[in-house]
């Protein structure tokens, strides 16, 4: 009984097999390990086609400016006001070091110096594990 099963089962497989072919379709079985010209296993390329979230990407955007805001409330009242005119967040059209240096009157290295430590400053928080 179960080689007669057995048999019916093979010739089934043969048919389908066959059918399959004759209609162009090419089979692949899951034991396969297909290989690119060079030799290299498909399964260990890593895939470089990423699919863009832009509604993610732009939600997780908006969660950091959110983080930033609350941060910049620590620093003090001179550093908020050269951050916020720098990197404008609510816009987010940032200016460059000389058109902040310009608007406050400072040279750009002392701008850069007081953007550095404040940075600093910012960034110590923003990977702390919370989200806001």
């Given at each position: 009984m179960?080689?007669a099963?057995s048999?019916?089962?093979r010739?089934?497989d043969?048919s389908?097999?066959?059918?399959l072919t004759?209609?162009g379709?090419v089979?692949?079985?899951?034991n396969?390990?297909?290989?690119?010209?060079?030799?290299?296993?498909?399964?260990?390329?890593v895939d470089?086609?990423r699919?863009?979230?832009?509604?993610?990407?732009?939600?997780?955007l908006?969660?950091?400016?959110?983080?930033m805001?609350?941060?910049?409330?620590?620093?003090?009242?001179?550093?908020?006001?050269?951050?916020?005119?720098?990197y404008?967040?609510a816009s987010?059209?940032?200016?460059?070091?000389?058109?902040?240096?310009?608007?406050?009157?400072?040279t750009e290295k002392?701008?850069?110096?007081i953007?550095e430590?404040?940075l600093?400053?910012?960034?110590?928080?923003?990977?702390?594990?919370?989200?806001?």
């Amino acid at each position: 009984m179960k080689n007669a099963m057995s048999d019916l089962c093979r010739k089934g497989d043969s048919s389908f097999e066959r059918q399959l072919t004759d209609h162009g379709i090419v089979q692949v079985f899951l034991n396969d390990n297909s290989v690119d010209e060079d030799g290299i296993p498909e399964i260990e390329k890593v895939d470089t086609n990423r699919i863009q979230d832009t509604v993610g990407d732009e939600a997780v955007l908006r969660v950091m400016i959110q983080k930033m805001r609350n941060r910049l409330v620590m620093l003090p009242a001179r550093e908020q006001r050269l951050l916020m005119h720098r990197y404008d967040l609510a816009s987010l059209e940032f200016k460059t070091i000389a058109e902040t240096a310009a608007f406050f009157h400072l040279t750009e290295k002392y701008m850069r110096l007081i953007e550095e430590r404040s940075l600093v400053k910012l960034r110590a928080g923003m990977n702390d594990g919370k989200i806001l």
